[in-house]
């Protein structure tokens, strides 16, 4: 029987925090042990703006965690998110020695260090180099390179980045409790772990996890990673759009979202009123549910747009034969998948984490997506034998 490992996914969101206690063993699905969800604060558009907090909300969390898991957290693989984050494609390109003439690990691994020689924003490091495809002598789509005859490896990866300072006052508030970071994640690069199969990535496919103050995209194209980055707009926007726009407290604009809301305009889902009883400080109101949907789509339209010209910019729309996949807190509003399918002109579909065993109620929740994909992420990247390598590297990189 195969070894278990137990591994824990920590997204610190800005409407949420998730902790979620997976057993992984080799090639088989993820089993879930337990989750801790609560109410975030001290958070917005997926940074931490108080360090204090936001560690007691984690905390609470990562209790909640180890009540229903059995399980005695020390370690985290952490989710991030914010607009900071951005990605560009790099190459890195080797010489093999004449008289070795093949190619062996050490080249695989100066490749990766080769692309990473590139310029960064000012305070920006390294998440991730995520490999596209290997060229032995201009051989393309090569998959393991490891021992090919050749003079030349050349290799293309998506780089993905972010504010250092940023990332580490993520990394500190989970330190301050006590526990240790393994490596923090872009949230829509394990996100995609768990939502988009071999399949659709191969196809080409767009995955958006649209939480409550990012929403976090990215692109696959045969396979490899064509695109990747954060908008900071998410649902807490859509909540004070229709705070304002209707005059009522955000408590009870957040319930008008959640409960009644949706993105249709026109026909049934439109029609009729939501009434709001009168509570201590609330003399009550009734909204008509045209115009709650009409400022929840306007938002949700832009997001998605915005999202649409970012991936225009970097031709990652050429090839959606998987189409466009939905994720996250806010793809639970009503007719979403068809506003999406509309703005992107290719089928929509909602979606959460597959291949998942345990609690339904965890896996098939949209918003754990991302604190699920962590644990899958975590056994993608870290077999055995790398794992104090690569413990090591992101030490380095964080200054840990």
Same mark, same amino acid.
């Given at each position: ?15 949420? !925090? ?7 063993? =080799? ?51 952490? @989710? ?19 008289? +070795? ?64 300072? $940023? ?21 829509? !690069? ?21 939480? @409550? ?17 954060? !908008? ?32 249709? #305009? ?32 306007? +938002?949700? $339209? /832009?997001? *998605? /747009? ?7 910019? /970097? ?8 189409? !466009? *996949?939905?994720? @996250? @807190?806010?793809?639970? *509003? ?12 290719? =089928? ?32 993608? #990247?870290? =077999? ?17």
């Amino acid at each position: 029987m195969a070894k278990e490992q137990i591994v824990v996914g920590l997204e610190i969101g800005t409407s949420k !925090v998730a902790a979620v206690v997976g057993d992984v063993r =080799p090639d088989q699905p993820i089993h879930i042990l337990g989750v801790g969800l609560t109410p975030s604060r001290g958070v917005r558009k997926g940074e931490i703006v108080d360090l204090e907090t936001a560690a007691r909300c984690v905390r609470d969390a990562l209790a909640d965690a180890e009540v229903a898991s059995d399980v005695d957290i020390r370690t985290v693989y952490l @989710g991030i998110a914010g607009g900071h984050i951005g990605s560009f494609p790099s190459r890195g390109s080797v010489l093999i020695p004449e008289d +070795r003439g093949e190619v062996t690990y050490e080249d695989i691994q100066q490749v990766q260090e080769d692309a990473r020689k590139v310029q960064l924003p000012p305070d920006h490091c390294f998440i991730h180099s995520v490999l596209q495809q290997y060229y032995v002598d201009g051989q393309d789509e090569v998959l393991n390179p490891l021992g090919f005859q050749g003079s030349k490896l050349e290799a293309d990866f998506q780089i993905v980045h972010g504010s250092q300072k $940023r990332i580490n006052n993520s990394i500190r508030c989970v330190q301050e409790l006590g526990v240790q970071v393994t490596q923090p994640v872009f949230n829509a !690069v394990a996100a995609a772990q768990v939502v988009l199969n071999a399949d659709q990535k191969n196809a080409g496919a767009v995955m958006i996890d649209m939480g @409550g103050g990012t929403s976090d995209y990215i692109a696959y194209n045969n396979g490899a990673v064509k695109a990747c980055g954060s !908008v900071a707009i998410g649902g807490d926007h859509i909540t004070n759009d229709i705070s304002i726009g209707l005059r009522l407290p955000m408590a009870r604009a957040e319930w008008l979202k959640v409960q009644e809301g949706g993105v249709l #305009t026109v026909g049934e889902p439109a029609a009729g009123r939501v009434v709001l009883k009168p509570e201590a400080g609330f003399a009550g109101c009734a909204v008509e549910r045209k115009l709650l949907n009409t400022i929840i789509s306007c +938002r949700v $339209r /832009e997001t *998605l /747009e915005l999202i649409k010209r970012e991936l225009e910019a /970097e031709k990652a729309l050429r090839y959606l034969g998987g189409g !466009v *996949l939905l994720t @996250g @807190g806010c793809s639970l *509003l009503e007719g979403i998948d068809e506003l999406a399918g509309e703005v992107f002109g290719v =089928p929509v579909r909602l979606t959460h984490a597959h291949a998942v065993s345990g609690p339904a109620s965890a896996f098939e929740n949209p918003q754990l997506s991302a604190a699920i994909g962590l644990i899958k992420y975590a056994q993608a #990247t870290q =077999p055995e034998s790398s794992k104090k390598q690569i413990g090591k590297f992101f030490g380095r990189l964080f200054g840990r």
